[in-house]
Nanobody
Framework: QVQLVESGGGLVQAGGSLRLSCAAS????????MGWFRQAPGKEREFVAS????????KYADSVKGRFTISRDNAKNTVYLQMNRLKPEDTAVYSC????????????????????WGQGTQVTVSS
């Protein structure tokens, strides 16, 4: 399986921006669809965004459409999540996930132990 490490989380005021990164290692990155998920305290994990192996196809949760953008750089083995106009309800631990030979729609419904998952990075949005 591919190993995933997230970075870029932090504390930001409402209306601000953050960019999360997820660095992959261990396997051929371009074989994987990638996704971002989040989990707030006391809530279940929810899908945020996903991207195909080529970057040509993406999918977003309705709650983040128009504010978040997922992208990837296969040369750097990294997937990004640009988060703009952040809201307090975006506060959560954000994790990236990888699905070998998957796609944006299949990875959106993926749950452990399927696929590969990172440990997560905390995003806190203050009001």
């Amino acid at each position: 399986q591919v190993q995933l490490v997230e970075s870029g989380g932090g504390l930001v005021q409402a209306g601000g921006s953050l960019r999360l990164s997820c660095a992959a290692s261990g396997r051929t990155f371009s074989n994987y669809a990638m996704g971002w998920f989040r989990q707030a305290p006391g809530k279940e994990r929810e899908f945020v965004a996903s991207i195909s192996w080529s970057g040509g196809s993406t999918k977003y949760a309705d709650s983040v459409k128009g504010r978040f953008t997922i992208s990837r750089d296969n040369a750097k083995n990294t997937v990004y999540l640009q988060m703009n106009r952040l809201k307090p309800e975006d506060t959560a631990v954000y994790s990236c996930a990888a699905e070998e030979r998957g796609g944006p729609w299949s990875i959106a419904t993926m749950t452990p132990p399927l696929g590969s998952w990172g440990q997560g990075t905390q995003v806190t949005v203050s009001s």
